[in-house]
Nanobody
Framework: VQLVESGGGLVQAGGSLRLSCAFSGSFFGRYTMNWYRQTPGNQRELVASISSAWITYYADSVKGRFTVTRDNNKNMVYLQMDSQKPEDTGVYYC????????WGRGTQVTVSS
């Protein structure tokens, strides 16, 4: 399995970004797809996830602002980030979890105040 994130960048507070994660491999539909972020203080947290049954999870810090979706036909997962805050700054990683976990290399998101 290989994961490639894209869509990161610099955005002003209140703005939006959409991250994408391309999954290469088999059985994409069986994986829970997660978005983690690592902050400048090196804390890593689970931001959002979507299971094979389309059940979603959001960290309290992003509820109501972020939306995770997946397209099983395209082997893609997305993270729509709205009303962004400076504390959303970090490296965002796509992680595929089924029998084992696979990590992408991450994409940088910087939210300026």
């Amino acid at each position: 399995v290989q994961l490639v994130e894209s869509g990161g960048g610099l955005v002003q507070a209140g703005g939006s970004l959409r991250l994408s994660c391309a999954f290469s491999g088999s059985f994409f539909g069986r994986y829970t797809m997660n978005w983690y972020r690592q902050t400048p203080g090196n804390q890593r947290e689970l931001v959002a996830s979507i299971s094979s049954a389309w059940i979603t999870y959001y960290a309290d810090s992003v509820k109501g602002r972020f939306t995770v979706t997946r397209d099983n036909n395209k082997n893609m997962v997305y993270l729509q980030m709205d009303s962004q805050k400076p504390e959303d700054t970090g490296v965002y990683y796509c992680v595929a979890q089924w029998e084992t976990g696979y990590w992408g290399r991450g994409t940088q998101v910087t939210v300026s105040s």
